[in-house]
């Protein structure tokens, strides 16, 4: 049973074919048995496979995590840097550092999972400035912990950069280190990573990585597109994955649950403002201008998307018509769900459906959750409103997002929705892009520093057009040097 639902609904199947485990307790995450009920019935379902490999991390996660014997060897091993001494558990470790926004944070949770899949590898979560992680996102693998234990011994990891002597661009490129002499290996794949560090998704880890007991990843994007590259995962992700467009939608549905009260905004705002309409449009809004100032032409460019592609209903441009009678029962409604740091493109799309009637006689009701103004990092308020408003555009039925924004990908990617991309303006102030937005190909997110080589001639040199290696990894319709799975 789920919850208290006081009417009778449909049953769902709440552990979405096997991708969730049954057995947490439902009260203290109620988002990870009651999305079902919100969310549309998955348009593709897990694997066999995948699911028989999530299980299999799953016992890993709880055989070597924190807490247990092996873990505490293994960071003792780590702390000591006893490097040469034998691993006799079998227990390896990849730690993911959070920072930058809250998107990109879960493009890189949601990623850096699959490497740890691939790897073999105990996947461990920086907790973030003021514990964030947990605050924000319940525990995905039962009966252990994903957080990394607050005494983790490398101390000033968050601080690693490309330049770091542990980099794998310095070791495997420059030969500056001898793996055996390392305590662990960083992975640099901020999206503005070298080359050379981006050579990790070609790395066959049975040669190099395997021999490291802990890997520390910092990245801010989504890694998935490049691990496609390598020949040594290829055989495996085709088997994950036998429709490679969407391999966020299943591995975040899996990952990522809010916490209870994030899931309490989610589920009030969706019942009072959305649930009852006939059709659900999100429209999320990111500018990426440091003065936060309204732009016109961003709102004209919003207009024309929706207008060009039948999103939101036409309005009458004639004056002096007389109204209806109120809106007959019946009458089609349509919900937008506006999100955004500016309160004012929400104000003049809800002002123009106040002052003039649509064609259709439709009824457009306009809503924006928050208006935070400005972005702020690893403030705990500000991060649940974000997460709670990128699930409630998960939950809408169309949606328009910001090209470049990664709270934007999370958006559609997590409802399994195909965007209608807006393209970002190099200069705001300059007429919008015509035309204002695509079709995106697929609900996957863009991976926006994804490496420029082939795998099997490793020359990070000689940049080439990885978009044109594989059927399924193309360059992404709003950022050319990204790639996206389709
Ligand atoms: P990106 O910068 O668009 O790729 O997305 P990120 O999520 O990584 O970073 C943007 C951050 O700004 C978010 O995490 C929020 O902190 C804030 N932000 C941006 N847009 C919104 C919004 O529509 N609503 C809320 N609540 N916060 C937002």
């Not at 609904?9 to 057995?23: C, H, I, Q, R, S």
């Not at 949770?109 to 992680?133: K, Q």
């Not at 910001?402 to 965007?419: E, I, K, M, Q």
Request: aromatic share 10%; net charge negative; proline share 6%.
């Amino acid at each position: 049973s789920i919850g208290s639902q006081r009417v009778a609904e449909p049953k769902k199947d709440v552990l979405l074919g096997g991708l969730l485990v049954p057995g947490f307790d439902e009260h203290s995450c109620a988002s990870r048995y009651q999305a079902a009920y919100y969310h549309k019935d998955m348009t593709r379902p897990a694997s066999p496979h995948l699911i028989k490999r999530l299980r299999e991390q799953e016992a890993l996660q709880r055989r070597c995590g924190p807490g247990t014997e092996p873990y505490t060897r293994a960071s003792e091993r780590l702390r000591s840097g006893q490097t040469d001494a034998d691993d006799v558990d079998g227990c390896s470790y990849l730690v993911l550092i959070s920072y930058r926004g809250l998107g990109n944070r879960m493009l890189a949770m949601a990623s850096v999972f699959l490497y740890a899949l691939l790897t073999g590898r105990v996947l461990l979560v920086d907790r973030g400035y003021g514990d964030t992680l947990t605050g924000l996102f319940c525990e995905p693998f039962p009966g252990t912990t994903w957080a990394l234990p607050p005494d983790f011994p490398v101390e000033g990891f968050k601080e690693l950069g490309e330049d770091a002597p542990e980099s794998y661009g310095n070791v495997a490129v420059n030969r500056s280190g001898s793996v055996s002499a390392l305590r662990f290996v960083y992975l640099h794949l901020d999206h503005a990573a070298s080359q050379a560090n981006r050579l990790v998704y070609c790395d066959d880890h049975r040669q190099f990585l395997h021999r490291v007991q802990w890997a520390i990843i910092r990245t801010d994007q989504y890694m998935a597109p490049g691990l496609f590259f390598n020949p040594a995962y290829r055989e495996e992700l085709d088997r994950l994955f036998p429709s490679k467009d969407s391999v966020f939608y299943i591995l975040s549905r899996y990952l990522l649950h809010p916490t209870n009260d994030i899931w309490g905004m989610v589920t009030r705002y969706y019942n009072s403002y959305l649930k009852d309409a006939d059709e659900r449009v999100g429209i999320q809004i990111r500018v990426f201008d440091s003065s936060d100032k309204p732009f016109q032409q961003v709102l004209d460019q919003i207009l024309a998307c929706t207008s060009r592609e039948h999103l939101l209903p036409a309005v009458v441009t004639t004056e002096g018509v007389a109204p209806a009678l109120p809106a007959a029962a019946g009458a089609r409604t349509t919900a937008v769900l506006v999100t955004g740091l500016s309160s004012w493109y929400h104000d003049n799309i809800r002002e123009m459906y106040w002052k003039s009637a649509t064609t259709s006689g439709e009824v457009v009701r306009v809503h924006q959750p928050s208006h935070e103004e400005h972005q702020l990092w690893f403030h705990s308020k500000h991060d649940m409103k974000a997460l709670a408003e990128i699930y409630l555009l998960s939950l809408t039925d169309r949606i328009v997002t910001s090209g470049w924004s990664t709270f934007g990908y999370v958006g559609h990617g997590l409802g399994g929705h195909t965007p209608y991309l807006l393209f970002r303006p190099m200069n705001y102030s300059e007429p919008a892009p015509d035309p204002p937005c695509a079709r995106a190909m697929s609900m996957e997110p863009c991976s926006h520093g994804p490496p420029a080589f082939e795998c099997t001639r490793k020359e990070i040199n000689r940049i080439i057009d990885t978009g044109a290696l594989l059927p399924h990894v193309r360059h992404c319709e709003d950022l050319s040097w990204g790639l996206k799975l389709t």
